[in-house]
């Protein structure tokens, strides 16, 4: 059985199909999708999504470009209002830093401020992090390093870096999460680090409805095709698919406390 730990069933391309995608995926042996926030307005969507579906569970977070009009203290204030909604929240985030934000939502000493309040709050309600890294490894892991202990664990979601970078990150304590990146072209360097990483310390996602499989570029992504991760996980490290679902599965269940 598999687990996309990152997909955003909330999004507008899913309206009026929420139900035939978590049905499509079931189909794929996809038994868990774990559905991720990204701003105030989403939080409320993915809250009422995975109540409403018993495999279905959530997360909530401020997107570097989300929300950039509503004060530190306000996005807080709502995140604490939402935790209050449901339990099958499992982490905050998606957060982090983002290169590109910079140049039309926040600066990266916003984005800094924004990172490091869902950490603590994330700490503070006993929660993994869901990660959001473009381009800003060095600043990322500045900020996990000064929070970094036995009680603050998560994931760098949509990893695309090296291996020396992935190190760094494993070292923290934090996992690591493949999508169909690895089956794009000249992403070399991300293969060694699906190579190298522990099977321990790895998960899968589609950040459906992004970041389809290479074959249907330009196509909509959906949580289904984590089977194709999987798959390309499995060939890369000489696994058998059982093994990589099974070690994905596990994985997962861990960090966000699912089983």
Request: proline share 4%; with cysteine.
């Amino acid at each position: 059985m598999l687990i996309d730990s990152h997909c955003h069933l909330s999004h507008e391309k899913y309206n009026e199909n929420v139900d035939i995608v978590i049905k499509e995926a079931r189909d794929f042996g996809v038994g868990k999708l774990i559905s991720i926030g990204t701003s105030r307005s989403e939080n409320e969507k993915v809250i009422s999504i995975s109540d409403s579906y018993p495999q279905v569970f959530c997360t909530i977070g401020i997107h570097p470009y989300e929300d950039t009009t509503v004060p530190l203290n306000e996005l807080q204030i709502s995140l604490d209002e939402n935790l209050k909604k449901s339990n099958k929240i499992v982490a905050i985030g998606e957060c982090g830093m983002d290169v590109l934000a910079e140049k039309t939502s926040r600066n990266l000493h916003e984005q800094m401020d924004l990172f490091e309040m869902q950490i603590i709050f994330a700490k503070n309600n006993k929660l993994p992090i869901i990660v959001h890294d473009r381009k800003c490894d060095d600043l990322v892991l500045k900020v996990l390093k000064k929070y970094s202990n036995t009680d603050f664990k998560g994931v760098v979601h949509c990893f695309d870096s090296d291996w020396e970078f992935a190190k760094k990150i494993l070292d923290i304590g934090f996992y690591i999460s493949f999508t169909n990146l690895i089956g794009y072209p000249k992403k070399d360097s991300l293969l060694e680090v699906v190579k190298n990483v522990p099977d321990d310390r790895f998960l899968l996602e589609t950040d459906a409805p992004y970041l389809p499989p290479q074959t249907m570029r330009g196509e909509i992504n959906y949580p289904k095709y984590v089977k194709i991760v999987a798959e390309k996980v499995a060939q890369i490290k000489q696994k058998t698919f059982v093994e990589i679902s099974t070690l994905s599965y596990d994985n997962t269940c861990s960090l966000f406390n699912l089983c």
